[in-house]
């Protein structure tokens, strides 16, 4: 059983930057894609960036590339979203989620994510 915490949430302006934290526990090995995932009031889940643990290889939705990094550090167990140029429409709790995949596999936003972590909360304003 994987457990995931997130933090680094918080409020800030327009343009400014945050780093989420996603720390795992129970998880064993690599072979896991990890990604963020993020929902506003009132809107369905969105998925945000997810990477191979294995080998790093990331995959980030249209909406947040160029901006968005994620990364991780295996010897932490932790994935990381450094979130850039923040806008007021990604107000939303965002949620560390992991699945099992192959070591070879490419992550992607689709499919199931069987473990998924409380949320942080991110609040940009304007």
């Known amino acids: 059983q994987v457990q995931l915490m997130e933090s680094g949430g918080g409020s800030v302006q327009t343009g400014e930057s945050l780093t989420l934290s996603c720390v795992a526990s129970?998880?064993?090995?690599?072979?896991?894609?990890v990604g963020w995932f993020r929902r506003a009031p009132g809107k369905e889940r969105e998925g945000v960036a997810t990477?191979?643990?294995?080998?790093?290889?990331?995959f980030y939705a249209d909406s947040v590339k160029g901006r968005f990094t994620i990364s991780r550090d295996n010897s932490k167990n932790t994935v990381y979203l450094q979130m850039n140029s923040l806008k007021p429409e990604e107000t939303a709790t965002y949620y560390c989620a992991a699945t099992l995949r192959p070591s070879w596999a490419i992550c992607n936003l689709t499919g199931e994510y069987s473990y998924w972590g409380q949320g942080t909360q991110v609040t940009v304003s304007s």
């Open positions: 129970g998880a064993t090995s690599n072979k896991y894609c």
């Open positions: 990477i191979a643990l294995s080998y790093g290889g990331a």
